[in-house]
T-cell receptor
């Protein structure tokens, strides 16, 4: 069964450092998303991406965050200068037809710990 | 602000019983609702969805009910099994958004053997 894969599974970094989280969406999907979940809290939308550009982003997704699809298979989330409050589980998701016509498939997440 | 919330944070049921997990939403413009299951250390897993032009949708052992009048969503799990133990989230597409799912806080379902 096709799945969304994410790396690394866990990253520990110092405050102020740059972090790149990587995702390989399901191969024929066209819509890509990043969500995050702070420990014990609900899953929160960060950004959606389609046709090589951001479709929507939340207020969490400030100028410290960026996304990129550098090639035909990877979708990355970069945090330029990490803060303590960026510590969370980051989930990548993809969809073949967009949210309103199909489900989002989530990866297993990348846990980011900022010290 | 408008949000999705859950009535009960935890639910404990006996194996074989039916489970009902409830959710309230407040964005009347949302037209697509999803239930996700999240097991410990894993990402959300799609269970079932429903669009606002429907009141009920059934899957395998699961049923989602949508009451637009009172903005209420529920997930019914028939013959609950130990493997159903997880946190369940309802989510709505924020006012018809194409990508922004608003998740509720989650209900932890524990199934006792």
């Amino acid at each position: 069964e096709p799945e969304v894969t994410q790396t690394p599974s866990h990253q520990v970094t110092q405050m102020g450092q740059e972090v790149i989280l990587r995702c390989v969406p399901i191969s024929n999907h066209l819509y890509f998303y990043w969500y995050r979940q702070i420990l014990g809290q609900k899953v929160e939308f960060l950004v959606s991406f389609y046709n090589n550009e951001i479709s929507e982003k939340s207020e969490i997704f400030d100028d410290q965050f960026s996304v990129e699809r550098p090639d035909g298979s990877n979708f990355t989330l970069k945090i330029r200068s990490t803060k303590l409050e960026d510590s969370a589980m980051y989930f990548c998701a993809s969809s073949g037809t967009g949210l309103n016509t199909g489900e989002l498939f989530f990866g297993e997440g990348s846990r980011l710990t900022v010290l | 602000g408008e949000s999705v919330g859950l009535h009960l944070p935890t639910l404990s049921v006996q194996e074989g019983d039916n489970s009902i997990i409830n959710c309230a939403y407040s964005n009347s413009a949302s037209d697509y609702f999803i239930w996700y299951k999240q097991e410990s250390g894993k990402g959300p897993q799609f269970i079932i969805d429903i669009r606002s032009n429907m009141d009920k949708r059934q899957g395998q052992r699961v049923t989602v009910l949508l009451n637009k009048t009172v903005k209420h969503l529920s997930l019914q799990i028939a013959a609950t099994q130990p493997g159903d133990s997880a946190v369940y989230f309802c989510a709505e597409n924020d006012g018809g958004s194409q990508g922004n799912l608003i998740f509720g806080k989650g209900t932890k379902l524990s199934v006792k053997p």
